[in-house]
């Protein structure tokens, strides 16, 4: 059982920058592949990022290329999402997930574990 905790969100005039973190319990991150999504009232939960086992890998929604980077600190069992030039669409409850799959997976059913989220809103 892995459990995580997002933090680092919060309000942000547009343009401006968020880091996000995740932190885990229960078992190491290093054997999983973490990703981030986000979620608007009414939508359903969209894919952020990902990266893999190593870090050595990673892929971003084409919405967030150039602005987001997702990084993990296995040793420190964390993962983060730097996030730059925010703008108003940007607007969302972010999660962080793992899932034990092998594969760098994009979608939010294949993720076993999530976190409670945590609120990230940028003023225009």
């Known amino acids: 059982q892995v459990q995580l905790v997002e933090s680092g969100g919060g309000l942000v005039q547009a343009g401006g920058s968020l880091r996000l973190s995740c932190a885990a319990s229960?078992?190491?991150?290093?054997?999983?592949?973490m990703g981030w999504f986000r979620q608007t009232p009414g939508n359903e939960r969209q894919f952020v990022a990902v990266i893999g086992e190593n870090d050595a890998v990673t892929r971003y929604a084409d919405s967030v290329k150039g602005r987001f980077t997702i990084s993990r600190d296995n040793a420190g069992n964390m993962v983060y999402l730097q996030i730059d030039s925010l703008k108003p669409e940007d607007t969302a409850v972010y999660y962080c997930?793992?899932?034990?799959?092998?594969?760098?997976?994009?979608?939010?059913?294949?993720?076993?574990?999530w976190g409670q989220g945590i609120q990230v809103t940028v003023s225009s």
């Open positions: 997930a793992a899932t034990s799959s092998i594969l760098m997976v994009t979608t939010p059913s294949l993720f076993r574990y």
């Open positions: 229960g078992r190491t991150l290093s054997s999983y592949v």
